[in-house]
């Protein structure tokens, strides 16, 4: 997969992470510079420093979660099931929800969870202690011992039936567990996502995504010693509103590489400002044809692409992963169309619309307004983007919308 080592315009900045002290070590023409630090911005412009924190260290072991219970599947413990929807899911899907319900009912116990899954599956296919096994390990308890009702009362703490919100405005935790569980199962090449965003009062303000497989450098440089560096697999995405999105790997946590430098890389969308030279994602369910004017054709072999062809990147499984694409500018445009047989689920979207607008690009309905993430007074756990969702690097946002607006008044 190619697509996977395509590199953005050199657009990086670079923060060692070791301890807590800002200290400038080396500045170069292509905006590198490297100090200590816990975060990559001070605490003081982080209004949700805290809350940011605990996200990213329950997001880490999430992935060491996955790791480690993908491994198990792929030596034969038969840990893959089907949701009614027919959509794989696998143990680590519930355990991951367990895990975060747990740590952040734990600190946050006043925050609510809006989440994927809830425990009915498991409870009527008594396959919670394979549950409980995944995340006995992972979760943080002192001496107590995980139980069967704590794990599952965790996983139906993010359930639809677990909390009514109202008009009022409202703070709240959304949880995507494994976003592309088609590419969990897939194997190491196919990307998925641990996704987790704060909202407060209708904003996005925090995000956090970990992707145990994502391959190729973090940067955008090719200087032969920050490719050695960066060069690796997993990354671990973070954004908080005012602050930027960055990336650093997840070497440490997946014991990939122990010597491999831990440091925060701020990530930013492409510069594609011409719409032949962009790169596409759209959803497996939908077809090119189905979502841009006829004429405009797409190829998915980005070598021998033609001269008025647009390039559509086979990239991965889930929408957040596409999400992850953009915000890393390893894509230029992921869009989806609306359908009335399918609703849109805020967990697909919440997280990946803050770490693509801190990247820079652009996220908005067809219409070109602004996606309304409360706009499910009841549960928050839904969305109603008009025509569809486009997400963007930002320059092209307009005439990707043009293109939609000609689309829909032929069709």
């Known amino acids: 997969m190619g697509l996977l080592h395509h590199c953005s315009p050199d657009h990086a900045v670079r923060f060692l992470i070791p301890g807590c002290v800002v200290m400038p070590l080396r500045y170069s023409s292509s905006r590198f510079f490297t100090v200590r630090s816990c975060f990559p911005f001070p605490s003081q412009r982080a209004k949700y420093h805290r809350e940011l924190e605990a996200a990213v260290d329950v997001v880490e072991r999430a992935c060491r979660l996955c790791v480690d219970v993908k491994r198990s599947l792929l030596s034969g413990d038969g840990r893959i099931l089907e949701k009614n929807d027919q959509t794989p899911v696998t143990v680590a899907d519930f355990g991951v929800q367990a895990l975060i319900s747990l740590e952040l009912g734990k600190l946050f116990p006043s925050i609510p969870l809006v989440a994927e899954e809830d425990s009915a599956f498991l409870r009527s296919n008594n396959l919670a202690d394979l549950v409980v096994d995944a995340v006995t390990d992972k979760a943080r308890f002192g001496d ?34 494994i976003d592309g569980t088609r590419g969990f199962l897939k194997g190491c090449e196919a990307l998925y996502v641990v996704g987790l965003a704060l909202v407060v009062e209708g904003e996005i303000v925090l995000g956090v995504m970990g992707c145990p497989n994502w391959q190729g450098d973090l940067s955008s440089t090719k200087a032969q010693e920050d490719k050695n560096e960066s060069s690796g697999r997993g990354i671990i995405m973070v954004s908080h509103i005012g602050c930027g999105t960055w990336i650093k790997r997840l070497s440490n946590t997946l014991d990939i590489s122990p010597n491999m430098p831990d440091y925060w890389i701020r990530s930013f969308v492409d510069q594609c400002c011409f719409v032949h030279e962009a790169r596409f994602c759209i959803p497996e369910s939908q077809t090119w044809e189905s979502l841009l004017p006829s004429d405009v054709k797409a190829s998915a072999d980005g070598i021998s692409i033609a001269e008025k062809e647009f390039l559509l990147l086979p990239t991965c499984c889930g929408s957040l992963c596409k999400y992850l694409m953009v915000a890393t500018g390893r894509a230029s445009v992921f869009f989806l169309q609306a359908r009335s047989e399918k609703t849109i689920k805020v967990w697909d979207h919440a997280v990946g619309v803050l770490c693509v607008q801190e990247a820079g690009g652009k996220v908005t309905d067809w219409n070109g307004s602004e996606l309304d993430i409360a706009v499910d007074q009841i549960g928050r756990r839904v969305i109603f983007p008009s025509g569809g969702i486009l997400v963007s690097s930002g320059g092209l946002h307009d005439q990707i919308l043009e293109m939609i607006s000609f689309r829909l008044s032929v069709s």
């Open 144 to 177: 107590k011992k995980l139980t069967r009702d704590d794990v599952l009362g965790a996983i139906d703490r993010g359930g639809k039936d677990a909390f009514t919100f109202g008009a009022n405005p409202a703070t709240y935790w959304v949880l995507d567990p």
